[in-house]
């Protein structure tokens, strides 16, 4: 069955970086486009960033462009999201999320597989 397995969350300082990955399993990895969202206590679980099934094509929210960034390493099955100069808004739990077909969609509402989450706490 598909697995989505995210790492790399933990307690950073303010200005720190941070790399998340997702290792996905039980998928045609080329045949989905995969994203990353985040949940923060008391709100909905948000787009952050999304790469479409060949890497061609990235989308980020408005937050998060020019911080954050998004990849996929096609040989090892994985995605990617390095986050630099990390906020304390950034602060939540980090899902990653594939969807098939090519294009990101903005909406959870799309991705049919989700990973466990890993959380990212931020202070300032």
């Known amino acids: 069955q598909v697995q989505l397995v995210e790492s790399g969350g933990g307690l950073v300082q303010a200005g720190d970086s941070l790399r998340l990955a997702c290792a996905t399993s039980g998928l045609t990895f080329s045949s989905y486009a995969l994203a990353w969202f985040r949940q923060a206590p008391g709100k909905e679980r948000e787009f952050v960033a999304g790469?479409?099934?060949?890497?061609?094509?990235?989308s980020y929210a408005d937050s998060v462009k020019g911080r954050f960034t998004i990849s996929r390493d096609v040989g090892e099955n994985l995605v990617y999201l390095q986050m630099t100069t990390l906020k304390p808004e950034d602060a939540a739990v980090y899902y990653c999320?594939?969807?098939?077909?090519?294009?990101?969609?903005?909406?959870?509402?799309?991705?049919?597989?989700w990973g466990q989450g890993t959380r990212v706490t931020v202070s300032s």
């Open positions: 999320a594939a969807k098939r077909l090519s294009g990101i969609a903005y909406h959870k509402s799309y991705y049919g597989y």
């Open positions: 790469i479409s099934w060949n890497g061609g094509t990235t």
